[in-house]
């Protein structure tokens, strides 16, 4: 049995290594995990009550159901207003370059504390979340388990949401096959699809294993995009002109699932997004023939989903058993 495991993961690695020159790569399933710091933050993740309104989780915005987004061209936040920029989707998130559209925090750590603190989100502060969960046993006992003493912190917090947010990649997905080597894993115009993709010079801003979310740049190359939308990307974070409009390149892994597309959610399909970008990025506009093939390979990239139950939270307060006496 351990031999035909050897051979299996020798044949895998030599596929990946043929397909190594795609400028898409396999997502490889999680690894190098804190086991029970990922269950804590999972509680934690849908936990509402780090919010000052007890309505609203990470999972509010960032839906595990719905793709790690919500579906909105922006989110909803504290006393239901209406957010300035789309929710990108948590899922695969780990391997973005840095995270939210402009890049203002470097990793997932950071980022986990952003949306409690933030008077938009979940209009919180660090200090106040911490007491709540100071004072709710359940919480304190397994930050103890987890950490090995009673100190629960804001950084102990987000820690354990960023390494629950490292577990949610999606492998797997047809694409992900075709690549490992099961030729008949898309259909011809699937393939066809791809192969304008890269053509076309889609594959200079969405590469790698998420597809995107490696680098920033320009919204607007060819064409100037018109939005509303007040965000000003990398220039917000910089304070350099020459950043306004350059946002993080989205990743394009199970985007049928994270519609509406771009920082303000103001493409609201796949065939929408296609043109929009390729007329304003490549300046190439697609025949309804060729939109649809890339739209057809797109759907290739959904993976298989993070699969896990709903954590049941701890309760406000403690209903363990007071211990009997022996009788």
Same mark, same amino acid.
């Given at each position: 049995?351990?031999?035909?495991?050897?051979?299996?993961?020798?044949m895998?690695?030599l596929?990946s290594?043929?397909?190594?020159?795609?400028?898409?790569?396999?997502?490889?399933?999680? =690894?190098?995990?804190n086991?029970a %710091?990922?269950? /804590?933050?999972? &509680?934690?993740y849908?936990?509402?009550? @780090?919010? !000052?309104?007890?309505f609203?989780?990470?999972?509010?915005c960032h839906?595990?159901?719905?793709?790690g987004?919500d579906?909105?061209p922006t989110?909803?936040?504290h006393?239901?207003?209406?957010?300035?920029?789309?929710?990108?989707?948590?899922?695969?998130?780990?391997?973005?370059?840095?995270?939210?559209w402009?890049?203002?925090?470097?990793?997932?750590k950071?980022?986990a504390g952003?949306?409690?603190?933030?008077?938009?989100?979940?209009?919180?502060n660090h200090?106040?979340?911490?007491?709540?969960?100071?004072s709710?046993?359940?919480?304190v006992r397994?930050?103890?388990?987890?950490?090995?003493?009673d100190?629960?912190?804001?950084?102990?917090?987000?820690?354990?949401?960023?390494?629950?947010?490292?577990?949610?990649v999606?492998p797997?997905?047809?694409?992900? =096959?075709?690549?490992?080597?099961? %030729?008949?894993? /898309?259909?011809? &115009?699937?393939?066809?699809?791809y192969r @304008?993709f !890269?053509?076309?010079?889609?594959?200079?801003?969405?590469n790698?294993?998420?597809?995107?979310g490696?680098?920033?740049?320009?919204?607007?190359?060819?064409e100037?995009?018109?939005?509303?939308?007040?965000a000003?990307?990398?220039?917000?974070?910089t304070?350099?002109?020459?950043d306004?409009?350059?946002?993080?390149?989205?990743?394009?892994?199970?985007?049928?699932?994270?519609y509406?597309?771009?920082?303000d959610?103001?493409?609201?399909?796949?065939?929408?997004?296609?043109?929009?970008?390729g007329?304003?990025?490549?300046?190439?506009?697609?025949?309804?023939e060729?939109?649809a093939?890339?739209?057809?390979?797109?759907?290739?990239?959904?993976?298989q989903?993070?699969?896990?139950?709903?954590p049941?939270?701890?309760?406000?307060?403690?209903?363990?058993p007071e211990?009997?006496p022996?009788?």
């Amino acid at each position: 049995m351990k031999k035909r495991i050897f051979l299996s993961a020798c044949m895998a690695g030599l596929l990946s290594t043929a397909f190594s020159a795609e400028p898409i790569q396999v997502i490889q399933p999680v =690894q190098n995990i804190n086991l029970a %710091q990922v269950e /804590l933050g999972k &509680k934690l993740y849908f936990d509402p009550r @780090l919010s !000052k309104s007890g309505f609203i989780s990470c999972n509010s915005c960032h839906n595990l159901s719905m793709g790690g987004t919500d579906n909105l061209p922006t989110s909803i936040g504290h006393g239901w207003a209406q957010g300035p920029i789309n929710a990108p989707t948590v899922l695969n998130s780990s391997m973005n370059v840095a995270q939210f559209w402009d890049g203002r925090a470097r990793d997932l750590k950071e980022q986990a504390g952003g949306p409690i603190a933030n008077p938009g989100e979940m209009a919180s502060n660090h200090s106040l979340a911490v007491d709540v969960l100071k004072s709710i046993p359940g919480y304190v006992r397994e930050f103890k388990l987890v950490y090995g003493d009673d100190s629960i912190s804001i950084d102990r917090v987000t820690q354990a949401i960023a390494e629950f947010e490292k577990s949610l990649v999606t492998p797997n997905s047809r694409f992900d =096959q075709w690549l490992l080597g099961k %030729q008949d894993a /898309l259909t011809e &115009k699937e393939l066809a699809g791809y192969r @304008l993709f !890269k053509e076309s010079g889609c594959t200079g801003c969405h590469n790698g294993p998420a597809v995107g979310g490696n680098s920033f740049q320009k919204m607007g190359v060819i064409e100037p995009y018109h939005t509303r939308n007040s965000a000003k990307g990398r220039a917000a974070v910089t304070g350099k002109d020459a950043d306004r409009f350059m946002f993080k390149v989205p990743t394009l892994r199970n985007v049928e699932l994270t519609y509406p597309y771009f920082h303000d959610g103001a493409a609201k399909t796949l065939t929408e997004a296609v043109d929009i970008m390729g007329r304003l990025q490549l300046g190439r506009k697609f025949t309804p023939e060729e939109n649809a093939r890339i739209v057809a390979f797109l759907k290739t990239l959904t993976g298989q989903q993070p699969q896990f139950v709903i954590p049941i939270l701890p309760p406000s307060v403690d209903t363990t058993p007071e211990p009997r006496p022996f009788e």
